[in-house]
């Protein structure tokens, strides 16, 4: 009995022992991941405060205009944007990655049984800010 809990407490001291060293690489892969992207999620509030809303064109009067507290979307239309779209204002994700800043904005389903869905993503870089929609379409592998 004693000599089982002998072999017991050995292998599970090996154990912890053996666990502590880590693979250079995979160390390397870790801080790469620690120091990769940062996301939080913000509201419109807190974009109209951190964004260059001087950078965003046609879309700069979209986004100056207040909205009520309550309001949970807000609809974008310009002559870019042919018939217009509307966005979710209280889940912006804003991503930090490579000297740019990018605020992603969900785009409303256009119904609830669309295929395809979309974002709107402001991009402020070094060499300026641009805005576009992203468009994905799940294939039957992704899904």
Known sequence: MSFALFLFVYSCKKE???GEKIDPARKKEMLNYKNGPKVEIINLAQFQKKANLSALGSLKQEFMTALSSKSKKMSIHTDQTYLGFSIATDSIKVIKANGH????FPVELPSKRAVAFQNLTIDEGP???I????????TKKWI
């Open 16 to 18: 912890i022992s053996n």
């Open 131 to 138: 805005a576009f929609v992203n468009t994905y379409t799940p």
């Open 101 to 104: 800043t990018m605020y992603v």
């Open 127 to 129: 060499d300026g800010t």
